[in-house]
């Protein structure tokens, strides 16, 4: 296959480590071409507009800006690029916003490489791959959806206990080590999943629905 008609692709990890083991798979098939390699989510914006990839192998777990994050730049700024996510961990919440960020495929880090290599091939033609793990982590997110509260991620649940138990914004903030500014955000996306008018009507529905652990008294 001629260099014109090889698939460009990029490495986005922050283990040098994975990115060595990804460079020698891709290196193995002829139709590829690694053109670039990141460590970070700012690196990997920079290094898109250099490289011009066709498809990018996405690390979902970084720190600073993430894979979704980074994702969702890279969408904004080069649609035409198209992004697997590659992580080792299978969660809900990460598979929907790998997905909801821009991504064509997720896929686990422990992938066979034939396996890795025919979802880079489909990417470039713009079709999705997903693992059994990730397939089977939106089918319990749909299921969970049609239940109350079933959308509220871990963090949301860890506030609302707390707002079951009384706790103010300024005490949830200091329980959890976050700002003032973040709980209120997170206690506004609880009252819009709950479909409740104010804090009372959510830790209402809270015990009706069990939605959080009875716990002892927050120290």
């Not at 509220?152 to 003032?180: C, F, P, W, Y």
Request: glycine share 8%; with cysteine.
């Amino acid at each position: 296959m001629s260099k014109d008609t090889r698939i460009r692709i990029m490495i986005v990890d922050d283990h040098s480590m994975m990115r060595t083991g990804l460079r020698y798979t891709l290196e193995s098939f002829d139709d590829l071409e690694l053109v670039g390699e990141a460590g970070s989510g700012s690196e990997a914006l920079e290094l898109c507009q250099k490289t011009k990839p066709d498809v990018i192998l996405m690390d979902m777990v970084m720190p600073g800006m993430d894979g979704a994050e980074t994702t969702q730049h890279i969408q904004s700024n080069y649609p035409s690029v198209q992004i697997i996510a590659l992580t080792s961990f299978q969660e809900r919440d990460l598979v929907e916003r790998a997905l909801q960020s821009g991504a064509i495929g997720y896929l686990l880090k422990n992938v066979p490489a034939e396996e890795l290599v025919k979802a880079i091939r489909a990417a470039y033609k713009g079709q999705p791959t997903l693992s059994q793990e990730a397939t089977e982590a939106l089918i319990e997110s749909t299921r969970q959806k049609s239940e109350l509260g079933g959308d509220l991620t871990d963090r949301e649940r860890e506030v609302l206990g707390r707002m079951v138990k009384g706790l103010t914004n300024a005490q949830i903030a200091e329980g959890l080590i976050v700002s003032e500014s973040t709980v209120k955000f997170h206690v506004r996306n609880i009252l819009s999943k709950l479909g409740a008018a104010n804090r009372a009507e959510a830790v209402n529905l809270a015990w009706q629905h069990k939605l959080v652990k009875e716990t002892g008294p927050l120290t």
